[in-house]
């Protein structure tokens, strides 16, 4: 059985650098599910078609990180039928051997709810904005108003909503060191591996 670890939480909360760390370390596979919406979103077009038409290249597009980007994901996302025509990608790459992450909103609660351990990342939201302007060289002020607009979207939603599951370990990231996160994101899947 291939060893799935989930990771959700809202934007810029730490959850991509900790799912790296964890695939890196363990030699599993890494999927950041927000870049399926973030094409999605920007391709354009009818969101639906763009969905059910996604190929690998287009979430290897170098235009993907941008908070313009995100909001337009965040928009897509509510829609049921994009976030279907994206579920069996997902799956499909969550049981390859020997293992694989995946990070995004709703990995623990729908697309993975098997998963051996799903790790719900939070931190503050001025924490938040400060990291993601600190990344696209943006004003904190803004980031914060883009981060709150984001999470309170994809937390209202009637389909997949953000939200924890309820046998996730919650990782509050705010006064953490990015070492020190991954460090207790490590711990965690070690303990559950070992168990
Ligand atoms: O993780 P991110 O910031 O790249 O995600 C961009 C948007 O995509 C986010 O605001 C909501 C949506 N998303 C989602 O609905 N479900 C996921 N599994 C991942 C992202």
């Known amino acids: 059985m291939p060893f799935t670890v989930?990771?959700?939480?809202?934007?810029?909360?730490?959850?991509?650098?900790?799912?790296?760390?964890?695939?890196?370390?363990?030699?599993?596979?890494?999927?950041?599910t927000g870049l399926l919406y973030r094409a999605t979103g920007v391709l354009g077009g009818d969101p639906v078609e763009?969905?059910?038409?996604?190929?690998?290249?287009?979430?290897?597009?170098?235009d993907l990180r941008s908070a313009h980007a995100g909001q337009a994901a965040s928009r897509v996302a509510a829609i049921p039928e994009v976030r279907a025509a994206l579920v069996d990608f997902q799956r499909r790459f969550a049981l390859q051997e020997p293992g694989?992450?995946?990070?995004?909103?709703?990995?623990?609660?729908?697309?993975?709810?098997?998963?051996?351990?799903?790790?719900?990342?939070?931190?503050?939201?001025?924490?938040?904005?400060?990291?993601?302007?600190?990344?696209?060289?943006?004003?904190?002020?803004?980031?914060?108003?883009?981060?709150?607009?984001?999470?309170?979207?994809?937390?209202?939603?009637?389909?997949?909503?953000l939200r924890p599951a309820e046998d996730a370990v919650l990782l509050d990231t705010s006064e953490l060191s990015i070492d020190e996160a991954i460090a207790r994101a490590i711990a965690e899947v070690a303990r559950v591996r070992s168990g």
Do not use: N, Q
């Open 6 to 32: 989930a990771i959700d939480g809202p934007a810029a909360s730490g959850k991509g650098t900790i799912a790296r760390a964890i695939a890196r370390h363990f030699g599993f596979h890494h999927l950041d």
């Open 100 to 161: 694989a992450v995946l990070d995004g909103r709703d990995i623990g609660t729908v697309i993975c709810p098997g998963a051996a351990l799903k790790l719900y990342v939070v931190a503050s939201d001025e924490v938040r904005a400060a990291r993601r302007a600190a990344e696209l060289g943006a004003d904190p002020a803004l980031m914060l108003d883009e981060l709150r607009e984001r999470d309170a979207r994809d937390m209202a939603r009637a389909t997949a909503p």
């Open 50 to 62: 763009a969905a059910r038409a996604l190929t690998p290249a287009d979430i290897e597009r170098d």
